[in-house]
């Protein structure tokens, strides 16, 4: 099963996650060290009211990184640090997420898209590997295939996921300056943590890219035998 041609395919998404880890943790640090006038539910809660989503409910929820967006409970879901933290990371972390119900309101058609395929891509998350490897230890190019489609389904999430989650932090930096939450000078912290947050999602994405074009190798090198 040790295939050198993986990890080489797989390598540059690898070292980019890498890197985006490191620069999510050291702009986050660098940030919440920073005061801001609002905490984080405070700050979404005037960007929904100004937005005329007054019917969009803040809640504030365990763990680390469980801050988003439900569009179907039309719920923005805060984590406790997020939820309750007068910081510059605090409230561009939940400005983003109130990007995402702006979207929703909007009917940004990417959003629409994305959303649309999350059943199809969470079948293909569970579903795709298993396939996969299967087809690989008997060399059946049929399971290949299957699981290369199934695959194929989280693929195109990753892919049309990229301009939602640009869009919601290019409409959470704008309306931070725009409402006065934030003061342009201090804004470089929140693009820190932002832009180190999209990078995670630019590596998620190239990872899957490069995961499809591997098993497409594989099963093209099957079906020729």
């Known amino acids: 099963m040790f295939d050198p041609l ?4 797989l390598a540059p998404a690898f070292l980019l996650a890498m890197w985006a880890q490191f620069r999510v943790k050291s702009a986050y640090a660098q940030a919440q060290q920073q005061p801001a006038p609002l905490s984080g539910a405070a700050a979404a809660r005037h960007i929904l009211d100004q937005a005329g989503l007054q019917a969009v409910n803040i809640e504030m929820v365990p763990g680390e990184m469980t801050d988003h967006y439900d569009p179907r409970d039309k719920v923005l879901r805060l984590s406790s640090a997020v939820y309750q933290s007068r910081s510059l990371a605090a409230v561009g972390i939940a400005a983003h997420e109130s990007g ?3 979207q929703d309101a909007k009917h940004y058609a990417p959003l629409l898209v994305r959303n649309a395929v999350v ?3 969470g ?3 569970h579903f795709s590997f298993l396939l996969l490897i299967l087809g690989v230890l008997f060399s059946l190019p049929a399971l290949l295939w299957a699981g290369i489609i199934l695959f194929s389904t989280v693929v195109f999430f990753q892919v049309v996921n990229l ?3 640009f869009d919601a932090s290019a409409r959470a930096k704008r309306e931070l300056v725009t409402l006065g939450i934030v003061p342009e000078q201090d804004m470089h912290y929140v693009n820190s943590v932002l832009n180190a947050a999209a990078l995670t999602y630019v590596a998620a994405t190239l990872q899957a890219v490069m995961t499809l074009l ?3 190798l594989r099963a093209s090198g099957e079906s020729r035998r």
Request: hydrophobic share 55%; aromatic share 26%.
């Open 163 to 165: 301009p939602v989650e």
């Open 6 to 9: 993986y990890f080489l395919f």
């Open 214 to 216: 591997y098993y497409v």
């Open 123 to 125: 079948i293909g998350t």
């Open 119 to 121: 059943p199809a891509a």
């Open 100 to 102: 995402h119900a702006l």
